[in-house]
């Protein structure tokens, strides 16, 4: 995976994390910090393209037996109209098929800077600005076919949006979306569900959709991990 856009990338990747810093109204928050971590469990298949044409199609079954270790995590810090929250996710994968060998470790990590732009009592939304990370290691060989390496990181900058729609006292439908582009061509995520409210903390449950187009990668020509999720947000 080729990093020669790396000066271009960083100035995209700071430019959607600070966009917000743009917005008026900035710094004069009296309020106390809140925080909230989520672990979260990912039932998630890949999806995409290999640089030499063929198609992948990993569901979670497959990545459940051959799963090594994954670790999934969002942290989320909160003052006011003020928010910096970031998504951790690693995987390591071995999966082999009569069709198709993947061997596949991964950090995905995303950080976001976010601004409060409506909070009435059944609704809030949040702009996003911030970065994608993804370190990809991979080797894939198609039944037949040559067998395909790489290994390398991406930048990418991204904005978004962040929000929660309360439908009753306790069950709320928790959104996201973000689109982004640097080193690879572009990256997008779309995230909703459901969120049921205990004393303590919110049960969490929905479907996610991440995605990335590349152009100068040897293993993948495209690459998309999807499926349903459920967590627990913690407060304190």
């Not at 271009?8 to 917005?23: D, H, N, P, Q, R």
Request: proline share 3%.
């Amino acid at each position: 995976m080729k990093t020669r856009k790396s000066n271009i990338t960083i100035a995209v990747a700071l430019a959607g994390f600070f966009l917000l810093v743009t917005i008026p109204g900035a710094v004069a928050q009296e309020q106390d910090w809140e925080f909230e971590v989520v672990p979260y469990m990912w039932a998630a298949g890949i999806g995409g393209t290999t640089a030499s044409g063929g198609d992948i199609d990993i569901g979670f079954d497959d990545i459940l037996d051959n799963l090594d270790i994954a670790l999934m995590s969002t942290f989320e810090a909160r003052k006011g109209k003020w928010s910096f929250l970031t998504d951790v996710i690693y995987m390591d994968l071995d999966n082999d098929s009569s069709t198709l060998d993947v061997g596949m470790q991964s950090w995905i990590v995303t950080p976001a800077l976010g601004y409060n732009l409506i909070r009435e009592e059944n609704f809030k939304l949040d702009i996003l600005g911030g970065a994608r990370f993804l370190w990809l290691k991979a080797e894939v060989q198609p039944a037949g076919g040559p067998r395909l390496s790489d290994s390398g990181d991406v930048w990418d900058g991204i904005v978004g949006l962040k929000g929660e729609l309360n439908l009753s006292k306790n069950w709320s439908m928790p959104f996201c979306l973000d689109v982004g582009a640097g080193n690879s061509n572009s990256t997008w995520q779309a995230m909703g569900g459901l969120a049921y409210k205990l004393k303590k903390c919110d049960v969490l449950m929905g479907y996610r959709y991440l995605d990335w187009d590349f152009d100068d990668n040897n293993v993948f020509s495209d690459l998309n991990i999807s499926g349903p999720y459920a967590g627990i947000k913690i407060p304190f």
